[in-house]
């Protein structure tokens, strides 16, 4: 039997078009019983119930045997609005049997085939139609351009066997090639038997989500011999049983997955073999584009065994792996007569075996404190994929064709810098999260084409360069290897070899203004000034080394002998284009800040952190950057001296920020190396923010413990731009300040701090995992008091902080002075008869005062001083002079 749906001369003289311009198909549709008047009879006649009534039976429809539909179904009607969409078959709650055998759909105008959605009544057909309370039996049938879901109610059993689907867009709206084949979802009680069936050259072939009890084959349900080939997503799996025997061959992607993990999967010339993805458009929806999905790389923290075949083996006389072409679904086109939806892809390679992607954002400007977490033993890490008991076969690097592969890789993973948009989606975040691999197999696959890190599609997304893989068994290098010592046991710490560079602008400006001879007038553009005023940063606008991340130990540093060189480099081009940096002696973490809401007249401050520098340790002094070794990373989106393009710092989701520029960035988070000491140099001058509270927290990259230290553990450096009084907070208990700068170090708890009181920096501890460090302005008065006391004598009956000394009285102070001075507690309090006297005249607590800065005071009363005593006074006035004429006019 041929149904034709309406192509007929007849039909087309009379309209003028066919139901594919109508969108008025033919529809089997079953109707409850009714009864109708014959003509010329009215109810009030007498005999009217015997004679003058046709009573017409419900309809009903057990087998569909042997059938062909053309043009069948409706969609949103021109002709009567009521009938919104109805598939081929419109089924009523009575029918409670189906067979379907051998039965051939062609060309729908609407998507699913026996489902339909958003139908209006009609003669009894449901507003809502579904076969979940059906004993439905398919098989031995061909679907081109037509979906079936199999959703069995509880007690009922669907049934699927030996069917093929091809994709294709037939109709106008809502076509099924999204998800050709929905066998099951998270609600589904019911039973499937599935198997030997085929779906092609659609968008999405199969969409998986029941549960594993769904194919429990006690109950008659089975998963067998089922075949993903030349679509755009071959499985998707959105939940349920993530350990069914997948099989995929030539799909852009072949399983792509979003609940949880994935095992027990043969993926073979796939674009992609497994990656993480998230798609909600069903069938029978108005579109078949997946959704912008800002945790879509989240949905796959596991792959749990399986095997990714790359180039399958030559084999005399097949067409199949002689074939040159691209995979059919990797690019967008015509198929059986269809246009069927492109896939989302870079195209950096021709193939890969598992691909990390990146957690990606639908707007620029939102979703800036999606920092995805994991609980760890000991406090939070960032989220992390993880890979293990994989088999990759026959990657090469390059293959005959010449197409570039790889059997892990990450150009999915985009970072929103700068990513080209896609469907109107920036891929990414600024985070690249990283992933674990262990216990991975590789055959036929050299090293360099084991693991390759993306340099990304476009040159401003830099944050490509800070991406991980912990190799925790040395698996990638199949055990002991050339690139590793012969003692090395791992874990191993891979990262890109492409650098965290900074902004374009800012580098060009800086080498500008070095090409001058560094000109103290103003005029340096975007070149900040923070760059400008320590010569020890100077070399890093010619030296790319010290640009980006701490890649190198240097003298001074907690990782001194440590380097983080390339691999592969002597194995050419194909090496090269690995991307991959082999890392000994180093290991970083994630810091993540939070600087509080302020507004301004209407406005929020934005002020962020912009650059991390690295240090020496505390113990050299306060302000020791790590001279001709200094490494400085610059947040990549700060590209002008008015932060116009900088986020809100608070991450929290401000949708009305809109980036100038397509690239954004996350500020507030930074890749460090652990165990360093850093200056954090912001934006603004954070004494603004006297009324919030800053936070600093570090979150584990890679692995829940540090590989190579005890603790992860930094040192940071901010600097306030005037006088502040500060309380320093960990686990809801105040951290006294320490009495000297180098008593802030890593071994030190976290929260210990120390307050510069001439430069105003802060230094303090950030240790562990679990709990932030908090930082709060404390209201304080400044007060000016005289006293009557001699030198000698003030220093005799007071400690002071020698950091509060003006230089002007250094030879006036013991030289063992500073290395012997520790306060009780660090706190200049009772002891000092100065700040005695003080508290007495403003009836305070003596430990609610510190001496900030002690200089020189009246130039007349040194004049006198010099006068009398000159030996002991004239360097002291003449230095003071010298700072008056410094100050004046610059002639000191």
Request: contains cysteine; glycine residues 12%.
């Amino acid at each position: 039997v041929e149904i034709r749906g309406g192509y007929e001369p007849a039909y087309d003289a009379f309209s003028g078009i066919g139901p594919d311009l109508t969108d008025y198909g033919a529809t089997i549709r079953l109707w409850s019983g009714y009864s109708e008047a014959k003509p010329g009879w009215t109810s009030g006649m007498v005999g009217y119930s015997i004679f003058g009534v046709n009573n017409y039976p419900a309809g009903s429809i057990a087998n569909l045997k042997y059938v062909r539909f053309v043009k069948c179904g409706k969609q949103h009607g021109n002709i009567k609005p009521a009938l919104t969409r109805e598939p081929p078959v419109a089924l009523t709650a009575d029918v409670r049997a189906l067979q379907v055998v051998g039965v051939v759909v062609s060309d729908p105008l609407a998507g699913h085939f026996l489902e339909c959605t958003n139908t209006g009544p009609y003669k009894g057909a449901l507003a809502q139609c579904s076969v979940a309370h059906v004993e439905l039996a398919v098989r031995d049938s061909v679907f081109l351009g037509a979906s079936l879901e199999l959703q069995p109610a509880s007690g009922v059993t669907h049934t699927a066997v030996n069917n093929v689907w091809f994709g294709g867009v037939f109709c106008r709206i809502g076509c099924p090639d999204a998800k050709m084949v929905v066998v099951g979802g998270k609600d589904t009680e019911g039973t499937i038997h599935f198997r030997g069936n085929t779906a092609l050259n659609g968008y999405g072939g199969f969409a998986v989500g029941a549960a594993c009890s769904a194919y429990d084959e006690a109950r008659g349900g089975a998963w067998r011999d089922n075949q993903a080939i030349a679509n755009a997503v071959g499985f998707a799996v959105v939940g349920g049983c993530t350990t069914l025997p997948l099989e995929g061959y030539r799909n852009a992607a072949g399983v792509t997955v979003a609940g949880g993990t994935i095992s027990n999967f043969f993926m073979a010339e796939n674009g992609v073999g497994v990656t993480a993805g998230a798609w909600n458009t069903w069938p029978d929806a108005c579109t078949n584009k997946p959704p912008d999905d800002n945790n879509a790389g989240a949905g796959l923290p596991l792959v749990n065994g399986g095997v990714v075949v790359g180039r399958a083996p030559e084999v005399p006389g097949s067409v199949r792996s002689a074939d040159c072409g691209d995979w059919p679904a990797v690019r967008g086109g015509y198929h059986l007569g269809g246009k069927k939806a492109g896939y989302r892809t870079y195209g950096e390679l021709g193939y890969t075996g598992f691909s990390a992607q990146g957690l990606y954002v639908p707007q620029q400007g939102t979703g800036y404190d999606a920092l995805m977490t994991q609980r760890t033993a000991d406090g939070w890490a960032a989220f992390r994929q993880v890979v293990q008991g994989v088999t990759f076969v026959g990657f090469s690097g390059t293959d005959l064709c010449g197409r570039p592969n790889a059997a892990l890789s990450n150009e999915m993973a985009g970072d929103g810098e700068g990513s080209v948009t896609v469907f109107a989606a920036s891929f990414g975040k600024a985070t690249c999260y990283p992933w674990v691999v262990r216990n991975l197999t590789f055959v036929d696959t050299p090293d360099h084409a084991r693991l390759r890190f993306s340099r990304g599609p476009t040159s401003p997304e830099v944050a490509f360069g800070l991406c991980t893989v912990v190799d925790e068994d040395l698996s990638l290098f199949g055990g002991p290897s050339d690139a590793l010592d012969d003692d090395y046991k791992g874990p191993a710490l891979l990262k890109s070899n492409k650098r965290h560079e900074w902004p374009a602008e800012i580098l060009r400006d800086c080498r500008a203004w070095a090409r001058q001879g560094y000109p103290s007038e103003g005029g340096q553009g975007t070149c900040l000034w923070w760059l400008q005023q320590y010569e020890t940063l100077w070399g890093s606008f010619s030296d790319a080394s010290r640009r980006g991340l701490v890649e190198a130990g240097f003298r001074g540093s907690s990782w001194e002998k440590s380097e983080c060189a390339p691999l592969y480099e002597n194995e050419g081009e194909l090496g090269a284009a690995a991307n991959v940096q082999l890392c000994t002696g180093i290991e970083y973490v994630l810091l993540k800040s939070n600087i509080p809401t302020k507004i301004v007249s209407g406005s929020e401050l934005l002020y962020g952190p912009v650059g991390y520098i690295s240090m020496i340790n505390a113990q050299l002094g306060s302000s020791t950057f790590a001279a001709s070794n200094t490494v400085v990373d610059i947040v990549r989106d700060y590209t002008d001296v008015r932060s116009t393009q900088m986020p809100p710092m608070v991450g929290g989701g401000d949708s009305s920020f809109k980036p100038r520029l397509t690239r954004y960035t996350q500020p507030y988070l930074a890749t460090l190396a652990n165990q360093g000491f850093y200056r954090v140099q912001y934006t603004g001058d954070l004494t603004a923010f006297d009324d919030g509270v800053l936070e600093y927290r570090l979150v584990a990259l890679g692995s829940d413990a540090p590989l190579l230290s005890e603790a992860f553990a930094v040192v940071l450096d901010i600097k306030f731009l005037k006088a502040v009084n500060l309380g320093v907070y960990y686990d809801g208990r105040q951290i006294p300040m320490a009495s000297r700068r180098d008593k802030v170090g890593l071994g030190a708890t976290p929260g210990t701090n120390y307050l510069d009181p001439v430069s105003k920096i802060l230094s303090f501890v950030v240790k562990g995992t679990a709990l932030p460090v908090k930082i709060k302005q404390l209201k304080v008065v400044s007060v000016a008091v005289g006293v009557a006391v001699t030198f000698d004598q003030f220093f005799t009956e007071n400690t002071i902080d020698p950091n509060a000394i003006d230089p002007a009285f250094a030879s006036l102070v013991p030289p063992t002075y500073a290395a012997n001075y520790d306060p009780d507690n660090g706190n200049i309090i009772k002891s000092n008869t100065f700040v005695a006297n003080l508290a007495s005249v403003l009836n305070i607590n003596p430990s609610r005062i510190r001496v900030v800065n002690i200089v020189p005071g009246n130039r007349r009363r040194l004049r006198e001083l010099a006068a009398k005593e000159p030996g002991r006074w004239r360097h002291l006035l003449e230095a003071t002079e010298s700072r008056r004429l410094d100050d004046d006019g610059g002639l000191g």
